[in-house]
């Protein structure tokens, strides 16, 4: 049996931002966004930089997918403040995304913490009707109410 050793992206930061790079296009086009690849890419690879990554590559594309979506979404590229969002809320605490604010009572989509609350209260506290009904994935409304 062959085995390769393969460093840990937190390691890699050359790799990192060919990946971010390649990963974050790829991405974009996917959801027909090509026309904002060169304004999501510097956001994007901002926050790439920022993260520990503890997981693999597997974690930075679904990162590049998470930010195709959000911009789909908002039908705009999103500033790197709003993409440090959407990486997984389990970090470290030293982690400096500490370091880039996010608007405290808005959520990716434009809507207030009190619409995501609402729609909550709406469906009886039961998070996929509340997120079907703000057009958010349940792991959206979840890091929402988390960040919150």
């Known amino acids: 049996m062959l085995r390769v050793q393969v460093p840990p992206l937190r390691e890699r930061s050359e790799d990192r931002d060919i990946l971010v790079t390649a990963l974050v296009s790829a991405a974009m086009r996917r959801v027909q966004l090509a026309d904002l690849v060169e304004d999501v890419l510097p956001a994007a690879l901002t926050v790439a930089s920022q993260h520990t990554w503890p997981g693999n590559v597997r974690e930075l594309e679904n990162f590049?997918?998470?930010?195709?979506?959000?911009?789909?979404?908002?039908?705009?590229?999103?500033?790197?403040r709003q993409?440090?969002?959407?990486?997984?809320?389990?970090h470290d605490p030293d982690d400096s995304r500490a370091d880039i604010p996010e608007p405290p009572d808005t959520t990716l989509s434009g809507m207030t913490i009190a619409n995501v609350k609402e729609a909550l209260k709406e469906c009886g506290g039961n998070r996929t009707e509340a997120a079907k009904r703000l057009g958010i994935g349940r792991s959206t409304l979840w890091r929402l109410l988390k960040n919150e």
């Open 83 to 90: 993409l440090a969002v959407l990486l997984d809320s389990d």
């Open 64 to 80: 590049a997918e998470r930010v195709a979506m959000a911009c789909l979404e908002r039908g705009a590229a999103l500033p790197a």
